[in-house]
């Protein structure tokens, strides 16, 4: 991953990647100081505390330390004779770097965050400010032991990357660092109503998953998981278990997030039991204020497959405002696991514990490494298989607009013709399959991503360009503007990306969408600092369609970073479903016209890197 400047596009350097840190660390095997026990917090209720040591550490050694909540067990106790090999580390990739921060002298610790794994107490909702002011108290527990040396950093993905992210609502002053990685930021449109439309399956598969683990079940695994794992592990004072069942029996009361999704439509809908005002409580944009004025460094870490949480990462970046914060989008899925590009699909060889070890290096022992003279956002550019270095996002782009055409094609200037339309019957069977990036979010492996999309797109209306004569890059954020008409009240209408190969191999690339009610744009200025089209999503925003009159819907495609290549073909294909993932209205699926007039010209908006094409 050799940084290796080749040319310049405004402020953006083509490279090959981050620097590379270093792994200068003495090998010291496996070996871990190890210990667990209960920290009781200010109401009573009792917090599970895996401390791990390097092995080398010595009564006065002070050392800074990686603080990891998570609600995904924070360990996995395993059977006889499993158990007698495998150390119980933390789970996941989150082990994976325990080991490699263990190994450059930092203590690690991770917690069943309250309500979930060996921890007591129930779960009103996630990230409720229990739960946030738990972070704080943990800390202050960090500080009192002789290895700490006063500075905590926190790291985590998914859930519990936004709860490193919330442990600087509290403004503790020892925290200095934190990376929420493959997380939510504003958490409506990015995971569970992407262009207000509700993502039932992830909410209803997340539920389902969080229930069985805040009942010691897995919630998925073979036979041979299941006779090799025991659950999570109770600390070291629970010698018989008591403790561990007490605990377990304490989540019985559980909120059931899917549930309450079910009853929302709007951005200010009140969840029916659970007591928050929206969903927005249970995010961090919720607190970005008080995030924003921690004095902490943020790296937001992100993947263009992590569902829609790129979108997160790159909001966060721009809305809080830290100098030393950073931005990283890789060619990966949700928490980073697979390389997914059009000429490298498979596991990730991207050394992700030394990019955040350089991070925290820096912040939490002061060392001037690399990272410091590095531009603060990275991204990789798919297609093209490079990495980019650029100090603002979006980087400097030439907008592009590709016209709806006759015969179904893409056109740059719009047709003059009167009044001309495409119909389209919406097709209930239309979807994007079991390798999407919606299926990564809980941590399913896209191993052939949207292997069908040829097939597909013969359900859908489509429109097609000619074959490029030279290479377009399209970097940042596509938008579409569709003048269309429907048959119903209301509508949802999704937009995929795609590109054409010479053999005519159809490759997804990304994807947008809107429920027609929620297609009112905001005058007022958006709470993000980008030029993202915003709207509020809130029922006094709301907009029915009238049947059969066009309506002019505008909306942005999730980001992207994309080559197509000379001789390939952009297409753009149109769904009124996707059957695979999100809700589908009720009644009969509508007739959809959309218009290729002068006047309502239908039309995809791409940002263009220079060399213009």
Excluded: C
Excluded at 125 to 154: M, R, T
């Amino acid at each position: 991953m050799l940084l290796i400047s080749v040319h310049a596009h405004g402020s953006t350097i083509i490279a090959q990647g981050p620097l590379p840190y270093p792994d200068n660390a003495a090998s010291e095997g496996s070996t871990i100081i190890k210990t667990s026990q209960y920290v009781t917090m200010r109401d009573g209720t009792k917090i599970a505390v895996d401390l791990y040591l390097p092995s080398t550490w010595q009564a006065g050694q002070r050392l800074p330390t990686i603080l990891h909540q998570t609600r995904y067990w924070r360990a996995m106790s395993y059977r006889w004779p499993i158990s007698e090999f495998k150390e119980s580390l933390p789970r996941g990739l989150t082990g994976q770097y325990a080991q490699r921060f263990l190994k450059h002298g930092y203590a690690w610790i991770t917690i069943d965050v309250r309500g979930s794994g060996a921890s007591f107490g129930h779960r009103r909702y996630s990230h409720s400010p229990e739960e946030i002011q738990d972070g704080a108290e943990i800390v202050d527990w960090i500080l009192q032991h002789p290895w700490s040396n006063g500075k905590v950093g926190a790291l985590g993905i998914s859930y519990s990357g936004a709860s490193a992210e919330l442990l600087l609502v509290n403004q503790h002053p020892a925290v200095k660092a934190v990376a929420p990685m493959f997380s939510g930021f504003d958490l409506y449109p990015e995971i569970a109503f992407p262009g207000g439309i509700h993502l039932t399956w992830f909410t209803n598969t997340w539920s389902h998953i969080v229930k069985n683990l805040d009942r010691n079940a897995l919630p998925f695994g073979g036979w041979l998981a299941k006779l090799a794992i025991a659950g999570v592990p109770s600390v070291d004072e629970d010698l018989d278990g008591t403790l561990l069942d007490q605990a377990i029996r304490s989540h019985d009361l559980n909120w059931n997030p899917h549930k309450e999704a079910l009853a929302i439509t709007f951005r200010d809908d009140a969840p029916p039991t659970s007591p928050v005002p929206s969903i927005d409580a249970l995010g961090p944009m919720w607190y970005r204020d008080k995030v924003k004025h921690s004095g902490a460094a943020v790296y937001s870490y992100t993947g263009w497959f992590d569902g829609g949480y790129q979108h997160a990462a790159i909001r966060r970046h721009l809305t809080l405002t830290n100098p030393h914060n950073r931005l990283i989008i890789g060619p990966w899925d949700h928490g980073g696991r697979r390389n997914i590009s059009p000429d490298n699909i498979g596991p990730s060889q991207f050394d992700h514990a030394g990019e955040l070890l350089k991070f925290f290096d820096l912040h939490l022992k002061g060392r001037n490494n690399s990272i410091a003279q590095e531009q603060p956002i990275h991204y990789f550019t798919m297609g093209e298989e490079q990495w980019k270095a650029t100090a603002t996002w979006p980087p400097i782009a030439t907008p592009r607009s590709l016209h709806v055409s006759s015969n179904f094609t893409l056109q740059e200037t719009p047709l003059a013709e009167e009044q001309a339309n495409d119909m389209y019957n919406v097709d209930p069977t239309a979807g994007t399959g079991s390798e999407s990036r919606w299926h990564t979010l809980v941590g399913l492996p896209i191993n052939n991503p949207y292997p069908d999309r040829l097939e597909q797109d013969q359900k859908l209306l489509v429109y097609t360009s000619a074959p490029f004569t030279k290479d377009w890059e399209v970097t940042g954020h596509p938008s579409l503007t569709l003048h269309l008409a429907t048959t119903g009240a209301d509508a949802t209408i999704f937009a995929y990306l795609e590109d054409v190969n010479a053999k005519g191999k159809v490759m997804y690339v990304t994807e947008g969408m809107l429920r027609g009610i929620h297609r009112k744009l905001n005058s007022k200025p958006s709470p993000y600092p980008d030029a993202i089209p915003y709207r509020s999503y809130r029922s006094a925003d709301s907009l029915p369609m009238i049947p059969d009159k066009i309506t002019t819907l505008t909306f942005n495609l999730l980001p992207t970073s994309y080559l197509f290549k000379k001789g390939h073909r952009i297409r753009l294909a149109l769904a009124g479903t996707d059957r695979d993932h999100f809700k589908i209205l009720t009644g009969p699926p509508p007739t959809f016209r959309i218009f290729r007039n002068g006047n309502t010209s239908s039309h995809l908006t791409l940002p263009i890197i220079s060399p213009n094409p």
